[in-house]
Structures are given as C-alpha cells and as structure tokens.
C-alpha cells in the first residue's frame, strides 16, 4: 500500500478515536472463530449466534490480508478498519491495539484478528457478558460470550487442533464443539462462514472461495454444514468448466462426477454437466443426464430450446429434438 494510502486508513483510525462510540443496547452475543491455514494460507472466519443475521456484521476477511470477527457489543468498523490497516502492513496484533485504543467502550467489544503472516491477535473486554473469553493459538483465534459455559472456547480450540480436512471443515468442527458445550446462553439462530485465497488475484470476487450465511434457521451449524458441502460441489463444477475451456475433457467430467457425488439428485448440475458433454460430442453420455433432469422438472427442457440462441447449444434441430426427447 502507498504512503497516501496508509495516510488515509490512519487518518479513518483518528477520525474514530474523535467520535464518541455508541454501545448498541442489545449485544451481538457468539462465538466464532479466525484462523489461518498453514498449508493452503487461506484466511477464514466463521461464526454462530442467537441473533438474526450474525453473517452481516461479525466477519470479515479479505484475501491476501487477513480475518476479523467482531462481536459483543458489536462495533463493525473494528472489521473494516482492521482489514485496512493490516493491507497497510500492520500486523494483527498492531492493527487491534490500535483500534482498541481508540475506542472509548473497548470494555464491552470482543474482537479477533489473523493476518495473511498468520499473526493473531484477540481481546475480550471486561465488560462482555459472561461466560466470556478467547483463546488464542498457532494461527487462530478462538472467542466467545455470553455462553453457557466457560468450557465453550477451550472446547473449539481442542476441536480445531485435532481436527483434519481443509480450513471449512476445521472451523466447523471448532464451531459444533462449542455447541457441544451448550454454546449460547439463549440458544441459536444465525451462522456465516467466510474464506478467502491466501494471495488476492485482482478479481476479489473469485477470491472466496467459500462465503456463506444461515440468516434464520432452527439448526444454523446443520444448515451452514449443508450449505459448505453444496458449495464444495459448486467448487468441483466450476472447475470441471475451467477444464474444458483448457480442452481437457477427462479432468472435467471427473469434476464433474465430484460434484454430482456431493449433492446427489441437485437438477441445476446435473443440466449443465449433459450440456457440457454435449459441447465436447458426447451426446450418449449426456442423455441419461437430462433424463434426470426432466424427472426433477419438466422446465429443463424448455431451457434447452433457448440455448442455441444464447450460443450454448448447436442450432440443430435434430440434435435439439434428439436431447429434448431424451426419456
């Protein structure tokens, strides 16, 4: 970042300081969790509460930069700030204690930071409803309060440790064991989960890999849980279309196949996996697929005849008949 730039994201950082802070009257009461992949260094977020819409305010990450989650008495430009001042060059650790320095009611925020270094940083006001604490390991950070108990934090950091797959899977797991402590004292609403690339690409929107959110749900871990295998197949789909811009057939229909294993009798995949073995000659093999995807709903095969035009289809009317026919 430029000097300017750095000027600038200070100067934000003063302006802050000068303005009185306003406590919201109701908390944004969670535990959540920030870490930084070691092998990958993709940067998450991930978060539960009994509040409507917890993804909105708590996390923020930014690849190539780092993670926030900011909660209790919820103050949201500790995220936007934080990931400002650690895209300057500050670290974690720096960009917290600068902002909790500025802030007059520090004392009820809870707040937690990781950078792209995979320096943390945590802070737990003593002002914040308890059962209330962090605890901060190698690369993560873990915090929560107004939980049930003060088992909950220890609880998602020994979850974290041990647990194996990628960075989504490890901070579920870190999140459902603090559900298994009794998690928040009111119950659960709401959930989010965010990770973003280890370097930005330029195309911020192809840097999240996952982002996703339960708004209002009765089982928010169960639902967020879905939600990351269905993105997980979306991922595979994805890269199964990358591969066939690349010409290589075989790579993309293994993606392809990975992704239908994931979210078996999901219509919308199984569509465009036929339209793309259609694209590369194989008819046969797609047949069967549009099968399926006429059982699920008759509206497919309307789509079909509207994708010639669009460029997506041969304008062949044989052909057309043949795979809008497919039974």
């Known amino acids: 970042m430029s000097r300017l730039a ?20 109701r908390p944004v009461n969670t535990y959540s969790i920030v870490a930084r992949d070691p092998a990958t260094g993709d940067l998450g977020v991930a978060v539960q509460s009994h509040w409507f819409s917890v993804g909105a305010t708590v996390p923020w990450a930014e690849a190539g930069v780092g993670a926030v989650a900011t909660q209790s008495f919820v103050d949201p430009s500790y995220g936007r700030l934080g990931l400002d001042l650690m895209r300057a060059g500050r670290s974690a650790p720096d960009a917290l204690k600068g902002l909790l320095a500025a802030d007059s009611a520090s004392q009820v925020r809870q707040v937690a930071m990781v950078d792209a270094q995979g320096r943390v940083s945590a802070h737990t006001g003593s002002n914040c409803i308890a059962a209330a604490g962090h605890l901060v390991g190698e690369g993560f950070s873990v915090q929560a309060n107004m939980m049930q108990k003060d088992t909950v934090w220890p609880a998602m950091a020994k979850a974290y440790r041990a647990s194996k797959g990628d960075l989504a899977e490890r901070m579920l797991t870190a999140l459902e064991a603090a559900e298994s402590q009794g998690g928040d004292l009111r119950g659960k609403q709401s959930a989010a989960l965010i990770i973003v690339s280890a370097k930005p690409s330029g195309r911020p929107w192809m840097d999240r ?11 928010p871990l169960k639902e967020l849980r879905r939600l990351v295998t269905l993105q997980r197949a979306y991922n595979f789909m994805n890269e199964g279309d990358l591969a066939l811009e690349h010409k290589d057939t075989d790579a993309a229909l293994a993606a392809y196949a990975s992704a239908e294993k994931l979210a078996p009798g999901n219509a919308e995949m199984t569509f465009w996996h036929a339209i793309s073995l259609v694209g590369v000659g194989r008819v046969d093999q797609a047949l069967p697929l549009l099968q399926r995807a006429y059982a699920a709903d008759p509206r497919w095969r309307e789509l079909l005849t509207r994708l010639p035009a669009a460029g997506l289809l041969p304008d062949d009317p044989k052909l057309l008949a043949r795979l809008k026919n497919a039974k």
Do not use: G
Not at 6 to 25: K, M, N, Q, Y
Not at 209 to 219: A, I, Q
């Open 6 to 25: 750095l000027c600038l994201v200070l100067l934000s950082l003063h302006a802050v300081a000068a303005e009185p802070s306003t406590v919201p009257r």
């Open 209 to 219: 890999r996952f982002d996703l959110r339960v708004d209002d749900h009765p089982e």
